[in-house]
């Protein structure tokens, strides 16, 4: 029903700034709403920023708030994850997921890209 891909990783310097944006297909995508996970080596996936279907809604993780902002254009189909002030352990594996509400847990989460890569160097 919902097909998300993400683009935008790369590599950043420690402080630095990027933007991931997940592109969605599908006729119900305003209806879900939408989080992003992260995965680094060795570590299990977890959580990063979610937001509601009409963008009232947003949640962080501790570990990120302020520093990183979730956003969605609804139009555009697209979510997007501003990054700034990047640190070392927000390298990981990105991915963005569709869910039915903002307050789903990871594993109700049913819709997933395939992931995007993040590398803020040491």
């Known amino acids: 029903q919902v097909q998300l891909v993400e683009s935008g990783g790369g590599l950043v310097q420690p402080g630095g700034s990027l933007r991931l944006s997940c592109a969605a297909s599908?006729?119900?995508?305003?209806?879900?709403?939408i989080g992003w996970f992260r995965q680094a080596p060795g570590k299990e996936r977890e959580f990063v920023a979610g937001?509601?279907?009409?963008?009232?809604?947003?949640k962080y993780a501790d570990s990120v708030k302020d520093r990183f902002t979730i956003s969605r254009d609804n139009a555009k189909m697209t979510v997007y994850l501003q990054m700034n002030s990047l640190k070392p352990e927000d390298t990981a594996v990105y991915y963005c997921?569709?869910?039915?509400?903002?307050?789903?847990?990871?594993?109700?989460?049913?819709?997933w890209g395939q992931g995007t890569q993040v590398t803020v160097p040491s």
């Open positions: 997921a569709a869910a039915r509400s903002i307050t789903a847990t990871m594993r109700e989460y049913t819709y």
């Open positions: 599908g006729s119900t995508f305003s209806n879900y709403a």
């Open positions: 937001i509601s279907w009409n963008r009232i809604t947003t």
